[in-house]
């Protein structure tokens, strides 16, 4: 029986909860970037996925995603539905399973998560929360097995038969929920006023805590993937960090150029898809090529995100262009950077690897890109059909706070907010009361 | 009786409160606003794509002020809300039909 280490199974579940709070991160990463009617709507898009995979997850995600592949590298069996054959002495590698439930668990929330950003002020909650259902359920958990299971050469067809290299989800995780995102867009289609009216951020500070959450959760995302606390996961440490400067750098050096100012949410969304680009190749690698993954994917992306304005497709917040472009950006570099130092075998181009790595990295990044968008495309069409994806263009006048979650945000100014508001009713109010001893009689 | 209304930059607001003061006012008004006259408004650039904002924060100023005081009153503003620059805002007068103190009920020049 194999040994648990407690180094590992400390660092994975300390690792676990660093990747929950990227959730929130993210949350105030996107809330800072809407406008302030549609500010809580956009929290509640991230915080509805925290309750709902862990249920999911527990009642089958983990077992479709992890269990024994059940079909040439497709998915997962039901052998660990319900988490029922898991016990406290279950062991994954050198932790215990349930650590290793736990860490993967958080990859599954967040990368739903990530597709609201496309589609802010308009999405009807409760459609979001179907969706979410179906997404993470269709396209995570195979997508998951795809890149994550390894089973000696018999688990996922990406990560362990292909051989395609993507340590923390370059694929599984951005490339995948970018080209949901650019999918369910063109489903729902662009927000009322688009290109007309104003829609600045409403909260720039936000964004950069929400950043920064996101920068702290990540070492935890990259890191905590080595599921163990070695070299590999210092390894992919320093390159997190390293990659995520150099992507800032990037972004406000084109801003400078092209704008002639480096913005704060310039700065913010270039630490993201440095992050972004990096996650795949952290553990592929050195910190020299860290910096280059991230040079790169700073530039692309800070030009990319001008292509929905090119192209006419309403990607409210530049999911398309920081996560499937960086997703790209850092499962392509693989092919280019990796070394055998970190690799421990494959090498990329610039190593004297040939093409190989590459093709690999190129054939994992179209699969996931392309079966992700088809299925995004006609899960977001169901749920469009069945209850309404899209809030009518009233509702986005007045606000998704108000019309989905009957709150506002912020009190702004006296007249109209809590001073003068009455209160209605409370639930106290709703006991029956006699009719002879009602306050009214 | 007078209503002098001032449209000023936010920042000068404690100039002319204490320039209001020193002349003898000891009630005022103040509000947020936001407007654009020659000064027009400015550009932001988010992600690369380019806002005008055309409304540009100000703080509008009310002093209510017996009749001879009005031309010394809108002086004392002009004078310590000036930066020189385009934005310095504007100060007008409107006649006053009848002003009553809420606490007490007095009238006119007393409820000043």
């Known amino acids: 029986?194999?040994?648990?280490?407690?180094?590992?199974?400390?660092?994975?579940?300390?690792?676990?909860?660093?990747?929950?709070?990227?959730?929130?991160?993210?949350?105030?990463?996107?809330?800072?970037?809407?406008?302030?009617?549609?500010?809580?709507n956009m929290l509640m898009m991230s915080f509805i996925c925290l309750a709902i995979v862990p249920v999911l997850w527990v009642l089958y995600g983990y077992s479709l995603s992890f269990d024994t592949d059940a079909a040439s590298g497709l998915i997962g069996g039901l052998g660990r539905a319900g988490l029922e054959s898991i016990g406290l002495d279950s062991v994954s590698g050198t932790i215990p399973e349930f650590a290793f439930v736990a860490f993967q668990l958080m990859f599954a929330i967040i990368t739903v998560?990530?597709?609201?950003?496309?589609i802010a002020d308009r999405a009807r909650f409760g459609a979001w929360a179907l969706f979410v259902v179906l997404w993470v359920s269709i396209v995570y958990f195979p997508v998951a097995h795809w890149v994550f299971s390894f089973d000696d050469g018999d688990g996922g067809w990406i990560g362990d038969r292909l051989g395609a290299l993507d340590f923390a989800g370059g694929t599984a995780v951005h490339i995948n929920a970018g080209a949901a995102a650019l999918a369910l867009v063109l489903v729902i289609g662009k927000r009322t006023g688009w290109r007309?009216?104003?829609?600045?951020?409403?909260?720039?500070?936000?964004?950069?805590?929400?950043?920064?959450?996101?920068?702290?959760?990540?070492?935890?995302?990259?890191?905590g993937s080595a599921v163990a606390a070695n070299g590999l996961a210092a390894g992919a440490f320093i390159n997190t960090a390293v990659a995520t400067a150099a992507a800032v750098l990037a972004w406000l050096a084109v801003e400078v150029v092209r704008d002639k100012h480096a913005t704060t949410l310039g700065g913010a969304s270039g630490a993201v898809a440095g992050l972004v680009a990096i996650t795949p190749a952290c553990a592929a690698v050195s910190p020299l090529g860290a910096i280059a993954v991230g040079l790169f994917a700073g530039?692309?992306?800070?030009?990319?995100?001008?292509?929905?304005?090119?192209?006419?497709?309403?990607?409210?917040?530049?999911?398309?262009?920081?996560?499937?472009?960086?997703?790209?950006?850092?499962?392509?570099?693989?092919?280019?950077?990796?070394?055998?130092?970190?690799?421990?075998?494959?090498?990329?181009?610039?190593?004297g690897g040939g093409l190989e790595q590459l093709g690999k990295q190129a054939i994992a990044a179209g699969a996931v890109m392309g079966y992700s968008f088809v299925v995004t495309y006609i899960l977001g069409t169901i749920v469009h059909r069945l209850i309404g994806f899209r809030a009518t263009p009233d509702d986005e006048a007045t606000g998704l706070d108000q019309i989905e979650h009957a709150e506002t945000a912020y009190e702004l100014g006296t007249a109209t907010g809590a001073p003068s508001a009455r209160l209605r009713a409370t639930q106290a109010d709703t006991e029956p009361v006699p009719a002879e001893e009602g306050v009214n009689a | 009786m007078k209503l002098v209304t001032a449209v000023i930059k936010p920042f000068k607001l404690d100039e002319v409160r204490s320039a209001l003061e020193t002349f003898g006012v000891h009630g005022m008004t103040v509000s947020e606003a936001s407007g654009y006259g020659r000064q027009k408004g400015h550009t932001e650039v988010y992600r690369g794509a380019e806002y005008t904002v055309d409304l540009v924060p100000k703080l509008r100023l009310e002093v209510l002020v017996d009749d001879p005081d009005t031309g010394d009153v809108v002086d004392v503003i002009?004078?310590?809300?000036?930066?020189?620059?385009?934005?310095?805002?504007?100060?007008?007068?409107?006649?006053?039909?009848?002003?009553?103190r809420v606490r007490t009920g007095e009238?006119?020049?007393e409820a000043l």
């Open chain 1, 1 to 40: 029986m194999p040994e648990i280490s407690a180094g590992d199974t400390a660092w994975v579940l300390a690792s676990s909860a660093l990747v929950l709070l990227m959730t929130p991160g993210l949350a105030f990463f996107y809330g800072g970037m809407v406008r302030s009617k549609n500010v809580l």
């Open chain 1, 113 to 118: 998560a990530l597709i609201s950003g496309a």
């Open chain 1, 196 to 223: 007309k009216e104003q829609m600045r951020p409403h909260n720039l500070p936000f964004v950069v805590l929400g950043a920064g959450l996101l920068w702290f959760g990540w070492f935890g995302f990259n890191s």
């Open chain 1, 299 to 351: 530039a692309a992306c800070a030009l990319a995100i001008g292509l929905k304005y090119r192209l006419g497709y309403d990607d409210s917040l530049d999911v398309v262009g920081v996560h499937l472009v960086g997703g790209i950006v850092g499962t392509l570099l693989i092919g280019f950077f990796a070394t055998a130092a970190f690799t421990g075998g494959s090498e990329g181009l610039f190593y």
């Open chain 2, 78 to 100: 002009t004078k310590s809300a000036q930066t020189g620059k385009i934005g310095d805002g504007k100060v007008w007068v409107t006649p006053v039909d009848a002003v009553v």
């Open chain 2, 107 to 109: 009238t006119g020049a």
